[in-house]
């Protein structure tokens, strides 16, 4: 039996047999390899591409859409985490604003610097409770605000473990009457702000895909360009992993059986591993029992958003992240992305056999975080265009509060000793993980796999640019210069900034196909062409429809999805994925399913 649960939305409809997939037809041609790793969110698929850099014969298998999970949920920061100071997590805290600062240059076509401020409303309160906290690593009780003192202290330490190699400006304060001046509609009783940067990650769908095909191609380049049978670094998604047999490969001895499962066609297949790492986040748990090996290491907890079409909030902002604290002690935020303004977030105790959904009652309280800030600003339901959920895959946690339970990972090995020549897969579980350390921990992970497997780390991924941040421009004129040099034949300005936007410098490559035959723009969108959604379709893995409204472009979590756009996406599709009049028919209920059930969106359309 299968890991069963409720968070899983987005295997559906109903299995089909059909032609083969070609990132199916690489893993059944070769049942084997030496690594498998289960689960496609931001740390499985980078710790797939740290592993396939290296030379290691990997194959990585996601039950659903890759960044489905927590990892397409997140609040968009890429943070050094100042609040994790107050749990004394400084090692996490160290290592994630190290970590943000390298993504800001290896992945800087998504990863932008965010200004972040945080308004105070009292000068001392909370400096007696966090120390106890730093100690105890718990919290008890209702927090304490935390006042100015208290965070400056926390600012001060952040701004210290950026200085090597620092690539964002340190803190400032401002008194009331100033920080009214830069933001008006902040509460009149403000006593100072707080001001520092961090960063945000604007597009975590497709900085999840730059990582896999950064994998993929270091695998082709291991086996010999062109030889894609040899490919030592196969990924696909709608894959499961369904249970464990225990039998090891029959070619060499070694390692256990899985069975993995096609959620597009419902066709089962063998598959032999001799290291199996489990990243499949909140689901750890539930894939160790399918396993045959029960944990409890987990648990997560559920956090919601909302994004809002409410140009007065985004005015407010002024491009900033507000970053505070709420009535119960949660920080919370609101920030502007693009000409939308994300409010986030919760933090519950998650039951896994429940979906993962923004309720009414957390709506409520995101209306009231904005009112606590911007009290004259009004914030209607009707102006929320999107909201998304996820569970955080957090340790297994007791008496600790949800917002204190520690951020950072650790990693369980389970099976043979080492050194023994013990048979049976050696299972490797990732307990946490957020994303902005995504990078270091698959280092790390990738370590321990080397280690397991007799190899040594021949690569390292500490300076390699990702995807399409290769070349990417260093500033605001290098942007304009790249984006005369590659206006042409049919495209103009915008349609040239909405390609770097999207794909960075392997615009470059999208480009040149585009230009390989006529092409047009769809009527529902100016930001998609018919040769665009094919050439997803072709390269980057397209299972459903909904694939490209949430996570291959922006357009559902901007408000923008139309029934026509549903119908027009669904027509260019039908073709290259081979759907029938009744399968077009399924993809367009399936994504208009989805986008009601996980995001409240309604589309009232029939399908055409
Ligand atoms: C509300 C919220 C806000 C957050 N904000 C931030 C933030 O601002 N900054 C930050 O750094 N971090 C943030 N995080 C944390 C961060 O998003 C996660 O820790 C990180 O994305 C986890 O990635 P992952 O790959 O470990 O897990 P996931 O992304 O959850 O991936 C696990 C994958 O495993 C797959 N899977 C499950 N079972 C199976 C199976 N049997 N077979 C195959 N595949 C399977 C799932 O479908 C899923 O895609 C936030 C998280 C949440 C929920």
């Excluded at 990078?439 to 080397?450: I, P, Q, T, Y």
Aim: some cysteine; overall charge neutral.
């Amino acid at each position: 039996m299968g890991p069963k649960d409720a968070n899983n939305p987005l295997v559906a409809p109903a299995a089909k047999p059909g032609a083969e997939r070609s990132s199916v037809h690489h893993l059944r041609r070769r049942p084997h390899a030496k690594v498998l790793v289960v689960g496609g969110g931001i740390n499985g698929v980078g710790t797939f591409r740290d592993l396939a850099l290296q030379g290691v014969d990997v194959a990585l298998v996601e039950r659903g859409d890759y960044c489905q999970g927590a990892s397409g949920a997140s609040s968009h920061m890429i943070h050094g985490g100042i609040r994790y100071l107050e749990n004394g997590e400084f090692r996490l805290v160290r290592e994630s604003v190290v970590e943000r600062n390298r993504l800001l240059r290896i992945a800087p076509h998504y990863v932008k610097p965010l200004q972040t401020t945080i308004p105070i409303f009292s000068t001392f309160s909370g400096v007696l409770s966090a120390p106890l906290r730093f100690l105890a690593h718990k919290q008890h009780g209702k927090p304490k605000e935390r006042g100015a003192f208290l965070i400056k202290l926390g600012l001060s330490l952040y701004d210290s473990f950026s200085r090597d190699g620092g690539t964002v400006p340190r803190h400032h304060f401002r008194s009331g009457e100033r920080a009214r001046a830069e933001l008006p509609s902040l509460r009149s009783d403000v006593k100072y702000t707080a001001t520092y940067f961090d960063a945000s990650v604007h597009n975590p769908e497709r900085l999840t895909l730059d990582v896999l095909q950064d994998g993929e191609k270091a695998g082709h380049a291991a086996a010999g360009e062109g030889n894609a049978q040899g490919n030592t670094a196969r990924a696909s998604n709608y894959v499961s992993l369904q249970s464990m047999t225990g039998q090891p490969n029959p070619g060499t001895g070694r390692g256990s059986t899985v069975r993995l499962r096609d959620e597009l066609t419902g066709e089962e297949f063998d598959f032999t591993a001799d290291v199996i790492v489990n990243t499949t986040g909140a689901w750890v748990d539930l894939t160790n029992e399918a396993m045959g090996a029960a944990s409890t290491f987990m648990g997560g907890t559920k956090g919601s958003h909302i994004v809002l079409d409410n140009p007065e909030l985004l005015a407010a902002c002024r491009g900033r992240e507000i970053f505070f604290e709420h009535t119960d002690g949660r920080i919370v935020l609101i920030y502007p992305m693009g000409d939308r303004v994300l409010v986030g977030t919760t933090d519950v105790d998650a039951d896994m056999a429940e979906a993962a959904v923004c309720t009414d009652e957390e709506i409520a309280y995101f209306f009231d975080l904005i009112n606590h800030v911007f009290p004259d600003i009004a914030v209607t339901r009707e102006q929320i265009v999107y909201t998304f959920s996820g569970v955080r895959p957090l340790p297994r946690h007791d008496a600790t509060q949800p917002g204190f339970v520690s951020r950072d990972y650790r990693i369980e090995r389970r099976g043979p000793a080492k050194g023994t020549e013990g048979t049976g897969a050696v299972v490797l579980s990732l307990v946490g993980g957020k994303w902005t350390t995504f990078r270091a921990l698959a280092e790390h992970l990738a370590n321990d796999v080397l280690a397991e497997i007799g190899m040594e780390r021949k690569v390292s991924t500490a300076q390699l640019p990702i995807g399409g941040g290769a070349g990417f421009p260093a500033d605001e004129a290098g942007v304009q210069k790249w984006i005369k040099a590659h206006m042409g034949a049919g495209r103009d300005a915008d349609r040239t900034v909405g390609l770097l936007t999207r794909y960075g410098t392997r615009a470059e490559a999208v480009m040149e196909y585009l230009d390989g035959a006529r092409d047009r723009l769809l009527h529902s969108t100016r930001e998609l062409s018919v040769r665009e959604l094919e050439f997803m379709a072709a390269n980057e893995q397209v299972g459903h429809l909904v694939d490209v409204l949430i996570r291959r472009t922006s357009l559902a979590f901007r408000g923008l999805v139309t029934g026509e756009l549903l119908n027009e996406v669904a027509d260019v599709l039908s073709g290259p994925l081979g759907w029938d009049a009744a399968a077009r028919a399924a993809e367009i209920t399936h994504a208009q399913e989805v986008l009601q059930r996980f995001h409240r969106v309604e589309i009232h359309s029939l399908v055409t």
